[in-house]
């Protein structure tokens, strides 16, 4: 129901900071909540962070906690995932999904997330 497409990645050197942003179509977008996922060469697929659809509740994956600060705007229609302090282990692809019901909320699971972006790739150097 809800396509998403990510973009802001890029390459950045460690310490460095990065926005991305997360485009959604549809019209209820406000009624979804929304998270980011990375997926490093190699390794599964892991939670970053997570957002209510009133944006007024948040969480965050421990890796990244007090570095990475999710945040949306649904009159726009965009989630973004602002990023600071970047280390080299936050190289992956970077996928926004939006959960799979409307008005749910969402943990840290996959499988709570019904549709997913193309991913964008962040790599931070050494």
């Known amino acids: 129901q809800v396509q998403l497409v990510e973009s802001g990645g890029g390459l950045v050197q460690a310490g460095g900071s990065l926005r991305l942003s997360c485009a959604a179509s549809?019209?209820?977008?406000?009624?979804?909540?929304m998270g980011w996922f990375r997926q490093a060469s190699g390794k599964e697929r892991e939670f970053v962070a997570r957002?209510?659809?009133?944006?007024?509740?948040?969480y965050y994956a421990n890796s990244v906690k007090g570095r990475f600060t999710i945040s949306r705007d649904n009159a726009k229609n965009m989630v973004y995932l602002q990023m600071s302090s970047l280390q080299p282990e936050d190289s992956a692809v970077y996928y926004c999904?939006?959960?799979?019901?409307?008005?749910?909320?969402?943990?840290?699971?996959?499988?709570?997330?019904?549709?997913w972006g193309q991913g964008t790739q962040v790599t931070v150097s050494s």
């Open positions: 999904a939006a959960a799979s019901r409307r008005y749910t909320p969402v943990t840290e699971t996959i499988a709570d997330f019904g549709s």
């Open positions: 549809g019209r209820t977008f406000s009624s979804y909540a």
């Open positions: 957002i209510s659809w009133t944006g007024g509740s948040t």
